[in-house]
């Protein structure tokens, strides 16, 4: 992540600086002539050498979430191509617990007795973000998570061509609200399901 950051942040100090020069009239020819196909055939470069160097290795993370007191919590996920995995077996004391291979960029929030948790994919580098899973050499974005079952908890995720599995089956669950797009999604949902607010928006599923 580290090459990538370095790579594309030259490139953007340098075009940066042309355009400075251009603005001040120090060049004599249109920058913006020759900027956007200057960046596809740096694009070029760079997946050429990521090829070459084995392509883009996805940081793994481990993280937990304690409850810090909290009786009831709301979470949501923001995932995009790749796999999730949710389940119950947290332990008593923590909201969340789970492995995230690709990174994950986590905000908690407490307000009186409610936790409120944000989970989104660390992008890693510039083209990763406007071209998630392609530069990846095959690595997947996976999440493998679980939950806390004693306490009522609010799901809500939004999802892009993932494989999804949501074992909500032990878990409180008081309202799911899933948006998802091109994806293999299943959901078991609790024995009290009549309990549980649920709406899905999907495209191919």
Not at 15 to 40: C, D, E, K
Not at 157 to 172: E, F, K, P
Request: no cysteine; proline share 3%; hydrophobic share 45%.
């Amino acid at each position: 992540m580290k090459r990538n950051s370095a790579f594309w942040g030259f490139v953007f100090i340098l075009f940066g600086g042309l355009m400075m020069l251009n603005t001040l009239g120090w060049l004599h020819f249109n920058i913006w002539r020759v900027f956007w196909p200057s960046m596809v055939i740096l694009l070029g470069i760079w997946v050429l050498w990521q090829a070459q160097m084995g392509g883009t290795a996805l940081e793994s993370e481990n993280i937990v979430i304690p409850l810090e007191g909290a009786r009831q919590a709301r979470v949501v996920i923001h995932h995009g191509a790749g796999e999730l995995r949710l389940r119950s077996g947290a332990s008593p004391h923590n909201l969340l617990e789970g492995a995230f291979d690709g990174g994950v960029d986590q905000q908690s929030r407490r307000r009186d007795d409610n936790l409120d948790v944000s989970l989104k994919v660390h992008h890693q580098g510039i083209p990763f973000v406007f071209f998630p899973g392609m530069f990846n050499s095959g690595s997947r974005i996976a999440w493998d998570m679980r939950m806390n079952a004693d306490i009522p908890l609010a799901l809500e995720l939004h999802t892009g061509a993932n494989d999804t599995h949501l074992d909500l089956s032990a878990v409180q669950l008081t309202e799911l609200k899933i948006q998802t797009g091109a994806s293999a999604t299943q959901v078991d949902l609790p024995a009290q399901a009549e309990f549980t607010r649920v709406k899905v928006s999907a495209g191919r599923s």
